[in-house]
């Protein structure tokens, strides 16, 4: 099983940027569906962007025209690029492999100031 490491993470006022990277210890040329989730303190983890094979990418409304994902398989990384960042970005944001299904990591902070 692949191991993916999070990382991009840190403190960053409203309107900000971010990239946020998802290492793999190998290759990720066979994960089909690649995730980004986001638990914020007291609230459930919840689904934030998804990649698919083939470039087809999916997210929540609440990011939508804001957050990119997108994949280098060359590299074995995710990235997840986080423009215009509110309060409400404030979390833990994860990786995870859904197809083939991964298991989650560390995670890497993110948190916007007002």
């Known amino acids: 099983q692949v191991q993916l490491v999070e990382s991009g993470g840190g403190l960053v006022q409203t309107g900000g940027s971010l990239r946020l990277s998802c290492s793999a210890s190998?290759?990720?040329?066979?994960?089909?569906?690649m995730d980004w989730y986001r638990q914020a303190p007291g609230r459930q983890r919840e689904l934030v962007a998804s990649?698919?094979?083939?470039?087809?990418?999916t997210y929540a409304n609440s990011v939508k025209g804001r957050f990119t994902i997108s994949r280098d398989d060359a590299k074995n990384t995710v990235y997840l690029q986080m423009n215009s960042l509110k309060p409400e970005d404030t979390a833990v944001y994860y990786c995870?492999?859904?197809?083939?299904?991964?298991?989650w990591g560390q995670g890497t902070q993110v948190t916007v100031s007002s």
């Open positions: 990649t698919y094979t083939g470039g087809i990418a």
């Open positions: 190998g290759t990720i040329f066979n994960i089909i569906v």
């Open positions: 995870i492999s859904r197809i083939p299904r991964g298991s």
